[in-house]
Each structure stands twice: as structure tokens, then as C-alpha cells.
């Protein structure tokens, strides 16, 4: 069946960097949009950032715009979540989602978490102050 799988998450400091990825497996990687989502403890799941099956399309939450950048490679079926300047707030789990677009190729990027189809288990990111 469908797997993504996130790598590279960990416990970093205030300001520092991280850069998670997110492998796919089992599904045609390019047709789908990739979206990254965040749940910390006792609290609803999030939309973080996303980007379109080509990578011309990319949408981030305002809580991490100019700090994370999302992109793909769609050669080798993984896409990427750099995070920059990362703060205590932004400690929680991150999770990819693929999500296959109602219109084929469409640059846009779903921020809705029902609509995304295939889940990863979620990788653990932990800012120190």
C-alpha cells in the first residue's frame, strides 16, 4: 500500500534549523500535492505548508512563512520541509499528506486536512529555548 515516511525530525534550539523529509512509496508521486501539517500536544492538527505536483504552487500558514520553505523532488519521490529560525512554538509533530487534486495538475494547494488521501506517521520536532 501507500507509504510516506518523514525523516528528520529531532530537538534543536531556538533559531536553529531542521530539514524533514517525507519518502513516498506505492503511488504516482508527481500527480500529487504535498502537504505538511503539525499537531503539538493538546492541539488540533494544522496546515504548515504545501506544494503543488510540479512545485510551481506553494502555500505556507502565516505562522511560518519567510521560516520554512517546502519543495519536492519528484526524481526520487520525496519532498522536503526546510524550517529556519525555528521558536518553542513550533514544537509538534509533523506530518506529511499527498493529496490528489480534483483537477489534474492544478497549482494549487489544498490546506483542508479531509482532503488530503495518504498520511505518514509523523515525525517529533522539539524546540529548546
Known amino acids: 500500500q501507500v507509504q510516506l515516511v518523514e525523516s528528520g525530525g529531532g530537538l534543536v534550539q531556538a533559531g536553529g534549523s531542521l530539514r524533514l523529509s517525507c519518502a513516498a512509496s506505492r503511488l504516482t508521486f508527481n500527480r500529487y500535492t504535498m502537504g505538511w501539517f503539525r499537531q503539538a500536544a493538546g492541539k488540533e492538527r494544522q496546515f504548515v505548508a504545501g506544494?503543488?505536483?510540479?512545485?510551481?504552487?506553494?502555500y505556507y500558514d502565516g505562522s511560518v512563512k519567510g521560516r520554512f520553505t517546502v519543495s519536492r523532488d519528484n526524481a526520487k519521490n520525496t519532498a522536503f520541509l526546510q524550517m529556519s529560525s525555528l521558536k518553542p512554538e513550533d514544537t509538534a509533530v509533523y506530518f506529511c499528506?499527498?493529496?490528489?487534486?480534483?483537477?489534474?495538475?492544478?497549482?494549487?494547494?489544498?490546506?483542508?486536512?479531509?482532503?488530503?488521501?495518504?498520511w505518514g506517521q509523523g515525525t517529533q520536532v522539539t524546540v529548546s529555548s
Open positions: 506544494i503543488s505536483w510540479s512545485g510551481a504552487g506553494t
Open positions: 499528506a499527498a493529496d490528489l487534486p480534483s483537477t489534474s495538475f492544478s497549482s494549487r494547494v489544498e490546506v483542508r486536512e479531509s482532503e488530503y488521501d495518504y
